[in-house]
């Protein structure tokens, strides 16, 4: 056999894992997979929804995800169901992205139209208040980790800690509307990592 029949083996199994095309999944599977989110996220979706997506079934890369959840949050409507139907998209079209939506938000309406009954006849109960209080400091850590999680997997520059910091400050303490912030920081982001990509290429 001469050399160049001869195939060139992996030198660990990253690289085959790079080489590999992405997953496509069924209709069945992503309304499952959704579904399970759906249920699974207490306190809030996007928490869940990243650690299944990105650090369970690894279907995106921490920037890959944190790009997706950037165009879902510009875009009208609840975030997690905006991220449904793209990912669904992605992977079955219309499909697909039906199948998705169909998962996240089946199972939750079932469940919340029984709860809601409930609350209504036993909200004046003492327990009842306290544990929803609880639950919305529980949910306000999970967004809050998830938030790190893909700060930590963006580039770590002096530009992208500032706007960081600026979006902390304008929405947090400021309470200057999300829109608002966004309408001034989102450009400004876009433009200078166009002029950086410019610059470089």
Known sequence: MTQENVSPIP?????????????????????????????????????????????????????????????????????????????????????????????MLFFPLVIISVLGVLYQQHNDIALVRQAITGMSVVAAGLISAMGLKILIGLPRTSFTLAVVGASLVGVGIMRYPMLAVLAILGPTAVYVQWRKDRKHG
């Open 11 to 103: 030198s660990s199994l990253s690289e085959v894992d790079a080489e590999a095309p992405p997953e496509q999944l069924g209709c069945l599977q992503l309304f499952i997979a959704f579904s399970k989110l759906a249920l699974l996220g207490f306190g809030g979706v996007l928490p869940q929804a990243y650690h299944q997506i990105v650090e369970t079934r690894k279907w995106l890369k921490p920037a890959e995800f944190a790009e997706l959840l950037v165009f879902c949050q510009i875009m009208p409507g609840p975030t997690i169901c905006t991220l449904s139907l793209v990912f669904g998209h992605r992977h079955q079209k219309v499909r697909g992205a039906l199948s998705s939506l169909a998962g």
